[in-house]
């Protein structure tokens, strides 16, 4: 079992920046790649970005690729998610998930979810 725990969620007016953090215990997290998701009122849940056990590869979303980064530190038990240049189309609940064999872009891949952290881009 994994326990995953998200935090740094909040108010942001457009343009701005917010860190994400989501806090692992349980297992081994190096075991895990990670993956941010969201889900805005009214729709799906949606891919963000997903990160390897080591931290050396990524895949971000078109929606959110070069205004958002993914970092982990494996000695911390943490991954992180920088959101930088930030829209009103960004608001959602962030969460983050951890699969325990092969990652990708769909919810299934995942094992493991936290319980969302809201974000709030103000126009």
């Known amino acids: 079992q994994v326990h995953l725990v998200e935090s740094g969620g909040g108010l942001v007016q457009a343009g701005g920046s917010l860190r994400v953090s989501c806090a692992a215990s349980?297992?081994?997290?190096?075991?895990?790649?990670m993956g941010w998701f969201r889900q805005a009122p009214g729709k799906d849940r949606e891919f963000v970005v997903s990160?390897?056990?080591?931290?050396?590869?990524?895949y971000y979303a078109d929606s959110v690729k070069g205004r958002f980064t993914i970092s982990r530190d494996n000695a911390k038990n943490t991954v992180y998610l920088q959101m930088n240049s930030l829209k009103p189309e960004d608001t959602a609940v962030y969460y983050c998930?951890?699969?325990?064999?092969?990652?990708?872009?769909?919810?299934?891949?995942?094992?493991?979810w936290g319980q969302g952290t809201q974000v709030t881009v103000s126009a």
């Open positions: 990160i390897s056990r080591s931290g050396g590869n990524t």
């Open positions: 349980g297992r081994t997290f190096s075991n895990y790649a």
């Open positions: 998930a951890a699969a325990l064999n092969g990652y990708g872009t769909k919810n299934y891949k995942y094992d493991y």
